[in-house]
């Protein structure tokens, strides 16, 4: 962490992976941090991360028609993105957040069939790029009961026009949760959930 000025400070962190049989991986985060006082604070985060093939996506196979062949080129996905958010606290007992974000998603794993062979294997060929925005509010009382509502909104495309994944992710998705303490020690919680439709199906 550095402090640039009384408001301003720039927050980095760097971290290497190894993961057996496959490239080690460096991924870090960076932030810009603005707080004019305890209740306001703006910050703009720019950070990158990676997934490795799980066993299944990277060794299972199986022979005959309409089996799977493992794929030891198979690399890791990587994701890098940048976001803009903002966090508000009115008072003692409310919290507002807001943010715009931008991620892009490449090498991701994908089931591919070879029609010469008739089975399926695992590749490296998605891209997508997700650009979104998310809103969310908490308040508490003082006997413990809370809740907290937050929706977000998210527009997906394929730079690979040939894997076409960013139809399954859903465009918005927004939550509601209430807490309640109903004995010593004992809390009671209800949730509410909507998810738009992810492309085809169900």
């Known amino acids: 962490v550095y402090r640039l000025s009384n408001v301003l400070t ?9 993961t057996r049989g496959y490239r080690s991986q460096t ?14 604070v703006a910050k703009a985060i720019y950070g990158t991360a990676y997934r490795p093939p799980n066993d299944y996506e990277a060794h299972y196979q199986i022979a ?9 080129q198979l690399r890791s996905e990587a ?11 009115p008072d003692a007992n ?27 294997t695992f590749v490296n ?27 977000s909104t998210a527009f997906a495309t394929d730079r690979d026009t ?6 399954y992710a859903p465009r918005y998705i927004a939550n509601l949760t209430a807490i309640a303490p109903v004995a010593s020690g004992v809390q009671a919680g209800l949730q509410w959930r909507a998810v738009a439709r992810r492309g085809g199906a169900g």
């Open 27 to 40: 991924n870090g985060r960076l932030a810009l941090v603005w707080k004019a006082d305890d209740s306001l």
């Open 125 to 151: 060929q998605g891209v997508v790029v997700a650009r979104g925005a998310e809103v969310e509010w908490q308040h508490a009382w003082e006997h413990g009961e809370r809740v907290r509502a937050n929706a």
């Open 162 to 167: 040939g894997t076409p994944i960013a139809v």
């Open 10 to 18: 720039l927050d980095g962190s760097l971290r290497l992976d190894a």
């Open 64 to 72: 005959g028609a309409g089996g799977y062949e493992a794929n030891p």
């Open 79 to 89: 994701v890098h993105g940048a976001e803009l958010n903002v966090e508000w606290h």
């Open 94 to 120: 409310d919290s507002l957040s807001a943010s715009i974000y931008q991620n892009q998603a490449h090498r991701l794993i994908v089931q591919a069939r070879d029609d010469a062979a008739d089975s399926y």
